[in-house]
């Protein structure tokens, strides 16, 4: 990693539901995308901001920590979920931004009379993979995961697996697909996240970070 300060920075950002919430936050940050950004039409991923020497890029959930991790981003927000699935050793996580607020838990269909205590083995649909593994060895219980990118509530129905590992909010999308929730693995919210080796080379990096602790304080305090 070299020392970045005459370089843009680049802020990378997760294209879904996390930005309608964090778009405020990163405003009373003094981070504001180009007017451009919000043309729904637009396929651009990278974006002029409110600063001339930083630009926002919008990419997909998981893969705003590998771009952050690498420092081909060097700061980010992101769910708790997927900092914690990957676990890079170069990502620093010292914003929560509370928002993006849910849960990752296990669910099966309702009426299914099987206990997972009482397996030895069990398969189970996630987009965690790890975190599913670590949750099912502290029971003693060898997860066999089946990767999925979205969709995991078809999965037992169809046979796939008998278990899914997955996002809650409301509990909506459980029931209306016949599930039930049976255990509750970690909360989740949005946190600011820099490259450890940009926060140490580039004092913009330290800055921003203030910045977004301020902004959340703000927030606590209105
Ligand atoms: N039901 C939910 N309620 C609140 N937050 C959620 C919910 N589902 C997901 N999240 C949070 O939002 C993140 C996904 O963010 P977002 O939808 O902005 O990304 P994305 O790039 O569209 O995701 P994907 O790669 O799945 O398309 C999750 O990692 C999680 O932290
Ligand atoms: O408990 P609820 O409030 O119903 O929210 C849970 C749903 O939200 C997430 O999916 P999302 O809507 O982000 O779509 P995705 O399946 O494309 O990831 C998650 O994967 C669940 O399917």
């Not at 999925?148 to 899914?164: C, F, H, K, Q, T």
């Not at 580039?202 to 800055?207: A, K, M, T, W």
């Amino acid at each position: 990693m070299t020392d970045n300060t005459s370089d843009q920075l680049t802020f990378a950002i997760p294209k879904g539901r996390i930005l309608d919430e964090a778009l405020p936050v990163m405003a009373r940050a003094g981070v504001v995308p180009e007017d451009g950004f919000h043309d729904k039409g637009n396929r651009s991923l990278s974006f002029a901001t409110s600063r001339a020497d930083m630009r926002l890029i919008r990419v997909r959930a998981f893969d705003v920590a590998t771009f952050v991790a690498h420092g081909a981003a060097q700061i980010g927000i992101v769910g708790s979920d997927v900092i914690e699935e990957f676990d890079y050793a170069d990502l620093y996580a010292p914003v929560d931004l509370d928002i993006g607020h849910c849960r990752l838990s296990v669910a099966m269909v309702d009426g299914d009379t099987g206990d997972a205590q009482s397996m030895s083995h069990l398969r189970v649909a996630t987009k965690y993979p790890n975190l599913t593994r670590r949750h099912f060895e502290r029971q003693g219980i060898q997860a066999e995961c089946v990767k999925l990118n979205g969709a995991m509530e078809l999965a037992p129905s169809l046979g796939l697996a008998r278990r899914i590992v997955d996002l809650v909010s409301t509990g909506r999308t459980l029931a209306e697909n016949g599930l039930v929730e049976t255990d509750r693995i970690v909360d989740i919210s949005a946190r600011l996240i820099v490259n450890r080796a940009a926060l140490k080379t580039d004092p913009r990096v330290g800055e921003l970070v203030s910045a977004f602790r301020n902004a959340i304080e703000q927030k606590a305090a209105a």
